[in-house]
């Protein structure tokens, strides 16, 4: 039998097992800035929903009640300037599982290549490496670069993905930088698919766009495929709650697919998504939390001799701290910081480029943030 996880490198986070330890001994506890996982409450709404939806004996659908594509499609046309058909609007049990099994469903394996930016979300080459395909990752900044001039793509390279807003950096692509990408990939029949989970949580410079608005793919949906989770957008990180949308074609084979897989989201689930995705309300002032603790977290971490790069848009701030005028090593900060009570994930979790920073956080109570603070400042 293959062993399957003899491919896959530690789970990243059991390496800031003795960092969380560390912090834990401060006296004033643990201020975990590390996962970003959301800890403020689920919306009434969704609550309500799940709640009158309990009672649900038979089996759900793969691709999801008319009520949860419309709810997703008239979302996307409301905060994001996407036309796009319910009908391809694709339920997910949560965002992780799509991006860790796409590669897989899409049929790649060995002699296959998926393409992603780095530093990144692991599960990008986790999603290669189940499946035996070569995961490739593409220096930010520099991205296709290696390819650009070529007439054609490499003949391996099947998927690209792109995270704009991105993890861990919080950089954005404009409108311009990604149709570029957009033309590249499409006259080589390399698929794209954009994982937008932060696309709402856009704060300063480019605002995010996603790459279904018609100034990145002209108003056609062929070989792109969007990624939305309402993990931060809603509190709905336990509820497992996302969906994909885009190309009519690829929506269509992974719905097969997933339907032979029993991949479906729970029917209390879907009609929570929908009444989430109903309500802006929520979901603004959710951002405004997010919005006050990062501008006290930044002002702490510059004031503690940080540097901030990027982080114009999503939940975390990309800090190096700088010693003696050099960017200190990732895990030096993160004991730095552990020290003082406070966990953060080192950059090397997210592969080249995070060798010199820590990702922030900024999925924590308000008296967590100020104690973070009060400590940075101490």
């Not at 008319?66 to 036309?83: I, K, P, T, V």
């Not at 995961?135 to 930010?140: A, L, Q, S």
């Not at 861990?168 to 692509?173: I, K, T």
């Not at 950059?347 to 999925?363: C, D, I, K, M, N």
């Amino acid at each position: 039998m293959t062993n399957v996880s003899a491919r896959l490198p530690q789970f990243p986070w059991d390496r800031l097992k003795p960092y969380a330890a560390m912090a834990d001994a401060h006296p004033g506890g643990r201020v975990d800035l590390s996962v970003g996982t959301p800890v403020d409450p689920t919306p009434q709404s969704a609550r309500r929903a799940l709640a009158a939806a309990a009672d649900a004996p038979g089996y759900p659908t793969t691709h999801g009640t008319g009520r949860l594509r419309d709810a997703a499609a008239d979302w996307m046309r409301r905060a994001l300037g996407a036309s796009v058909d319910p009908v391809s609007v694709l339920p997910l049990i949560g965002s992780k599982e799509l991006v860790a099994g796409l590669p897989a469903l899409l049929g790649l394996g060995v002699g296959a290549a998926v393409a992603y930016p780095a530093p990144a979300y692991p599960t990008y080459e986790i999603g290669a490496l189940l499946c035996g395909a070569s995961p490739v990752p593409v220096t930010d900044g520099q991205l296709l670069d290696r390819w650009i001039g070529a007439d054609e793509a490499p003949e391996e390279l099947r998927l690209l993905w792109l995270n704009s807003p991105g993890n861990p950096h919080g950089r954005v692509h404009s409108a311009r930088t990604l149709g570029e990408i957009v033309a590249w990939a499409r006259a080589r029949g390399v698929l794209v698919v954009a994982d937008e989970c932060y696309i709402s949580l856009g704060w300063e410079a480019t605002e995010p766009v996603s790459v279904l608005h018609p100034d990145v793919c002209g108003g056609a949906h062929g070989g792109l495929l969007a990624v939305h989770s309402l993990s931060k957008r809603s509190n709905l990180a336990g509820y497992r709650s996302a969906f994909l949308a885009g190309d009519p074609a690829a929506v269509a084979q992974l719905l097969e697919v997933r339907k032979h897989a029993g991949m479906m989201m729970p029917a209390p689930v879907q009609a929570a998504t929908a009444a989430a995705l109903d309500d802006d309300e929520h979901a603004a002032e959710q951002k405004e939390r997010y919005r006050s603790r990062r501008l006290i977290l930044r002002a702490a971490l510059e004031g503690a001799g940080f540097r901030i790069d990027h982080s114009e848009a999503g939940l975390y701030l990309w800090a190096s701290r700088v010693v003696d005028g050099q960017p200190q090593p990732c895990w030096d900060t993160v004991a730095h910081l552990a020290d003082l009570g406070i966990l953060v994930a080192p950059g090397a979790f997210y592969g080249p480029g995070g060798e010199h920073h820590v990702r922030v956080a900024l999925t924590a109570t308000d008296e967590r943030v100020a104690a973070a603070a009060a400590r940075l400042g101490a």
